[in-house]
């Protein structure tokens, strides 16, 4: 690697109940990996950051990451809905938050919002010009695409983001090249 990229290995943190059920996140913990199952392994890193989540954490731990908290890599905030059941909500309102970016009926954070904070978090780790791991949730990963590919918000929910899974970008200035690993760690 050259010393003038950035090399940003986002990995989603791995599978949870909410996700499982399709519920609205909380701050639950991981599943426990099925018995007999390898513990993945994360990639080489210069750097290694994680969402203040549990669920983060736990995979910053199941990966054997020391990893530092990053605030800015927290999770989408739901509001109201977190915890619940993705059924449980009138259609209207589903609908309006999966075509509509800038939704904020729930109380918490609109797509638009969270694209505004991962653009800064990505502005601000381009120069570090270093191999960086971080542990995040499928909504920050989704959103670092968006922003790499200058793709616009209503495109969210047409990237699909698997536990575990591996998403390199590489920053050289002010642009960033995408490589998604569909294939969990």
């Known amino acids: 690697m050259s010393a003038s990229v950035t090399r940003l290995t986002l990995i989603s943190h791995g599978m949870t109940a909410a996700m499982r059920t399709a519920r609205f996140p909380a701050d639950e913990p991981l599943d426990e990996l099925p ?3 390898a513990s993945p392994v994360a990639p080489r890193a210069d750097r290694a950051l994680a969402a203040p989540e549990l669920r983060a954490a ?3 731990t199941l990966l ?3 990893a530092t908290t990053e605030p800015d890599l927290r999770d989408l905030d739901c509001g109201d809905w977190a915890g619940r059941p993705i059924d449980a909500l009138e259609p209207a309102e589903l609908t309006a938050w999966m075509s509509d970016p800038g939704y904020r009926g729930h109380g918490g954070e609109a797509i638009t919002d969270l694209l505004d904070r991962v653009r ?3 502005e601000s780790v381009a120069a570090d010009r270093c191999r960086i791991v971080a ?4 909504a920050v990963v989704r959103a670092s695409v968006l922003l790499a590919l200058a793709a ?4 969210f929910w047409r990237i ?7 998403t390199t970008l590489h920053g050289r200035g002010a642009a960033w090249t995408v490589r998604h690993t569909a294939n969990p760690l």
Do not use: K, N, Y
Not at 152 to 155: A, C, D, L, M, N
């Open 152 to 155: 616009p918000p209503e495109s």
């Open 120 to 122: 800064g978090w990505l």
């Open 58 to 60: 736990a995979t910053a």
């Open 160 to 166: 699909d983001i698997q536990p575990l899974s591996a």
């Open 135 to 138: 542990i995040t949730h499928p």
């Open 64 to 66: 054997a990451l020391g």
């Open 35 to 37: 018995r007999g199952a």
